[in-house]
C-alpha cells in the first residue's frame, strides 16, 4: 500500500513538473512574441499624418485615431477640423495635407476633377448623415421644424459654403420656402432672414459653431447633424430629422491627397489609416457618434 502510495506522489509529481516546464516555455514563447512586436514598433519610422476633418468629425475621429494608434504607435495623427469649404481651400493654396475627409461630395469632387489633388483609387464614400433642427431643452420655442422656422426670435445657420448650411437652404427650397436656384449654396443668409419674414439670423462659419450658438443660448434654434447632438442629449431637443428626400444624401467621403512633401512612410501610413476608417471596427465607432455606416 505504502509502494503504491508512493507511486502516485511520484507520478503526480512528474505530471506537475512537465506542467511547469510547459509553462515556462509558453511563458518564453509569449515573451518572445510580445519582444517581436515591440521591436517592430521600434524600428517603425515615426510618421505625422497631416488630416483634415469637416468639423462634425472632431469627436468620433479621436477615438477612431486612438484605436488606430494602437496598432500603430510610431504615428502621430494632426487633425485640422473646419468646414470642407475652408479645408478645401487650405488645400489649394498649399497648405501640406494628407488625408482629406468631406462632409459632401461637393468639395471632393472639386479637389479631385478640378485640382487633380486626390491619389488615384483612395476615394471612399465612409458615412451617412442627417440634418436636423435643434433647440436648448429650455427654449421654451414654438419652431417644431423648418416649416415653422418663422416662428423662431433667431436662428443659428451656417453659410452656404459649409455643407451643413447648403443642405438646409436645399430642404427650404425644396418645401418651397426658398426660391430654386442653379446652386443653392449662393442662397445669401439675406434672402433666407427675408422669406422667414425678417428673423434674426447669424450666420456660422462650420457646424461646430452653430451648435455652440444654440447650446450656449445665443440663438433659439439652428439646424446642424444628428451625429453633433452626440454627447448634448441632456441640453438639447432635436425638433425635426430632416429627410433625405429634402436634403439629399449627406455622404462623407474621404480620400488620399497629393502630397509632394510627404515621405515615403507618410504615403504608406496614410493609404493604411484611410483603410482603417472605412473598415468594419471603425464602422462601430462611427455608429456610437450617430453616423449611418450604410453607405455605398
Given at each position: 500500500?505504502?509502494?503504491?502510495?508512493?507511486?502516485?506522489?511520484?507520478?503526480?509529481?512528474?505530471?506537475?513538473?512537465?506542467?511547469?516546464?510547459?509553462?515556462?516555455?509558453?511563458?518564453?514563447?509569449?515573451?518572445?512574441?510580445?519582444?517581436?512586436?515591440?521591436?517592430?514598433?521600434?524600428?517603425?519610422?515615426?510618421?505625422?499624418?497631416?488630416?483634415?476633418?469637416?468639423?462634425?468629425?472632431?469627436?468620433?475621429?479621436?477615438e477612431v485615431a486612438t484605436?488606430?494608434?494602437?496598432?500603430?504607435?510610431?504615428?502621430?495623427?494632426?487633425?485640422?477640423?473646419?468646414?470642407?469649404?475652408?479645408?478645401?481651400?487650405?488645400?489649394?493654396?498649399?497648405?501640406?495635407?494628407?488625408?482629406?475627409?468631406?462632409?459632401?461630395?461637393?468639395?471632393?469632387?472639386?479637389?479631385?476633377?478640378?485640382?487633380?489633388?486626390?491619389?488615384?483609387?483612395?476615394?471612399?464614400?465612409?458615412?451617412?448623415?442627417?440634418?436636423?433642427?435643434?433647440?436648448?431643452?429650455?427654449?421654451?420655442?414654438?419652431?417644431t421644424g423648418l416649416e415653422?422656422?418663422?416662428?423662431?426670435?433667431?436662428?443659428?445657420?451656417?453659410?452656404?459654403?459649409?455643407?451643413?448650411?447648403?443642405?438646409?437652404?436645399?430642404?427650404?427650397?425644396?418645401?418651397?420656402?426658398?426660391?430654386?436656384?442653379?446652386?443653392?449654396?449662393?442662397?445669401?443668409?439675406?434672402?433666407?432672414?427675408?422669406?422667414?419674414?425678417?428673423?434674426?439670423?447669424?450666420?456660422?462659419?462650420?457646424?461646430?459653431?452653430?451648435?455652440?450658438?444654440?447650446?450656449?443660448?445665443?440663438?433659439?434654434?439652428?439646424?446642424?447633424?444628428?451625429?453633433?447632438?452626440?454627447?448634448?442629449?441632456?441640453?438639447?431637443?432635436?425638433?425635426?430629422?430632416?429627410?433625405?428626400?429634402?436634403?439629399?444624401?449627406?455622404?462623407?467621403?474621404?480620400?488620399?491627397?497629393?502630397?509632394?512633401?510627404?515621405?515615403?512612410?507618410?504615403?504608406?501610413?496614410?493609404?493604411?489609416?484611410?483603410?482603417?476608417?472605412?473598415?468594419?471596427?471603425?464602422?462601430?465607432?462611427?455608429?456610437?457618434?450617430?453616423?449611418?455606416?450604410?453607405?455605398?
Amino acid at each position: 500500500m505504502k509502494k503504491r502510495v508512493l507511486a502516485t506522489l511520484l507520478a503526480m509529481s512528474m505530471v506537475l513538473g512537465l506542467a511547469a516546464c510547459g509553462s515556462k516555455s509558453d511563458s518564453k514563447d509569449d515573451k518572445k512574441e510580445e519582444t517581436k512586436t515591440e521591436a517592430k514598433a521600434d524600428d517603425a519610422e515615426d510618421v505625422e499624418l497631416q488630416v483634415f476633418i469637416a468639423a462634425s468629425l472632431s469627436k468620433v475621429m479621436d477615438e477612431v485615431a486612438t484605436e488606430y494608434q494602437k496598432d500603430h504607435p510610431n504615428v502621430k495623427i494632426t487633425f485640422n477640423a473646419d468646414s470642407s469649404g475652408t479645408l478645401l481651400t487650405q488645400i489649394e493654396e498649399g497648405y501640406a495635407c494628407d488625408v482629406f475627409f468631406s462632409a459632401a461630395q461637393k468639395q471632393m469632387d472639386q479637389l479631385e476633377k478640378t485640382n487633380g489633388l486626390v491619389v488615384d483609387g483612395t476615394r471612399k464614400n465612409v458615412v451617412n448623415n442627417q440634418v436636423v433642427v435643434v433647440t436648448r431643452k429650455d427654449s421654451g420655442t414654438k419652431v417644431t421644424g423648418l416649416e415653422t422656422l418663422k416662428d423662431a426670435s433667431s436662428i443659428a445657420l451656417a453659410g452656404g459654403s459649409v455643407p451643413v448650411g447648403k443642405y438646409t437652404r436645399q430642404a427650404l427650397v425644396n418645401l418651397g420656402i426658398l426660391d430654386k436656384v442653379d446652386d443653392v449654396s449662393t442662397i445669401p443668409t439675406e434672402t433666407i432672414s427675408e422669406k422667414l419674414g425678417g428673423v434674426e439670423i447669424s450666420e456660422q462659419d462650420n457646424v461646430s459653431k452653430v451648435l455652440a450658438a444654440v447650446v450656449e443660448g445665443s440663438c433659439e434654434v439652428g439646424t446642424t447633424y444628428y451625429s453633433d447632438t452626440y454627447g448634448y442629449e441632456d441640453e438639447l431637443n432635436i425638433l425635426q430629422t430632416v429627410s433625405y428626400d429634402l436634403t439629399g444624401n449627406v455622404i462623407y467621403p474621404i480620400a488620399q491627397v497629393k502630397n509632394d512633401e510627404a515621405s515615403d512612410a507618410e504615403v504608406s501610413e496614410a493609404k493604411d489609416f484611410i483603410d482603417f476608417v472605412t473598415s468594419d471596427k471603425a464602422k462601430t465607432i462611427f455608429q456610437k457618434y450617430y453616423f449611418d455606416t450604410d453607405v455605398e
